[in-house]
Every structure is written in C-alpha cells, then in structure tokens.
C-alpha cells in the first residue's frame, strides 16, 4: 500500500451526505455511526469530522467515510475541511 494517502469524494443519493473513499481500511466489516462529540470519544478522526461545522453524522465503513451535513449547510464549507481533517489525521496517526 502506497504512503501517500488517497481521498477520493463521491456524491451519495442522499444530497446531505457526500462520501470519502481512502486508500486505508477503516473498520473491518463493522460499520460505525457518531451522531455526537459524545459517541464519537473512542474515534479521534470521528470526533474531528464532527467538530466541523455544519457536520451533523459520520459513517464509517472499510475503506469509506460519509459525512452527513446538517441540510441549511454548504458542501462549500464542509468538504474541503472534512478531506484535510481526514488527510491529517491518517498523517499523524501513520496508519
């Protein structure tokens, strides 16, 4: 596997969620859901996804995040803050 990490952002059906496809396994098999700073404690990258503003949800699955924004929320805002916290977090974390 590469060093240089790969994000790769797709549209969903949902127009709320748009979803960022890595280069890194995430979980194996297992999905998880942070709605919350709370529920997100056990998950750094979760818990900094959340802290973006206007982020309402993250998904985590394999090799894919989806990030839910609130709907009176821009992708504008949110994307490329959501890439760079994915960047640095696989960036300091040398996964």
């Not at 496809?21 to 942070?34: A, D, H, I, W």
């Not at 802290?51 to 993250?58: E, L």
Request: hydrophobic share 40%; aromatic share 8%.
């Amino acid at each position: 596997m590469s060093d240089v990490i790969t994000i790769d952002t797709q549209p969903t059906p949902n127009v709320n969620a748009l979803k960022f496809v890595l280069n890194r396994r995430l979980t194996e098999g297992k999905s998880q859901t942070f709605r919350t700073p709370q529920e997100a404690t056990a998950s750094p990258l979760a818990a900094a996804l959340l802290a973006i503003p206007g982020v309402v949800q993250v998904f985590l699955l394999n090799d894919f995040i989806t990030v839910t924004r609130n709907p009176t929320a821009r992708w504008e805002d949110i994307a490329d803050q959501a890439e760079s916290v994915i960047r640095g977090y696989f960036e300091s974390e040398g996964s």
